[in-house]
Nanobody
């Protein structure tokens, strides 16, 4: 069965960095694009960016300079490197491939 598992979330101070991982099983990240979304309480789910199966990333304008999406096909894992984090980045972050979603990982940016 297909399973996506996010990890790497946690508490970080403003200006800090975190790297999130999306580990896929039952589906090949080299054959499908992967998208990252985030959702803060009371707010609509927002697209952060994604990466194609071929390795081309794209980003929402709000995070374009600060976030980097990459992947390791051998590990079947997609990464979201987040730098210079702001309080506005606080949300549950999800990865998605095709119709499949991970369970989400919480990122909290706070002093």
């Amino acid at each position: 069965q297909v399973q996506l598992v996010e990890s790497g979330g946690g508490l970080v101070q403003p200006g800090g960095s975190l790297t999130l991982s999306c580990s896929a099983s039952g589906i090949d990240v080299s054959l499908y694009g992967t998208d990252w979304y985030r959702q803060a309480p009371g707010k609509q789910r927002e697209a952060v960016g994604g990466i194609t199966g071929g390795g081309t990333p794209n980003y929402a304008l709000s995070v374009k300079v600060r976030f980097t999406i990459s992947k390791d096909n051998a590990k079947n894992t997609v990464y979201l490197q987040m730098n210079n984090l702001k309080s506005e980045d606080t949300a549950v972050y999800y990865c998605k491939m095709f119709t499949f979603w991970g369970q989400g990982t919480q990122v909290t940016v706070s002093s």
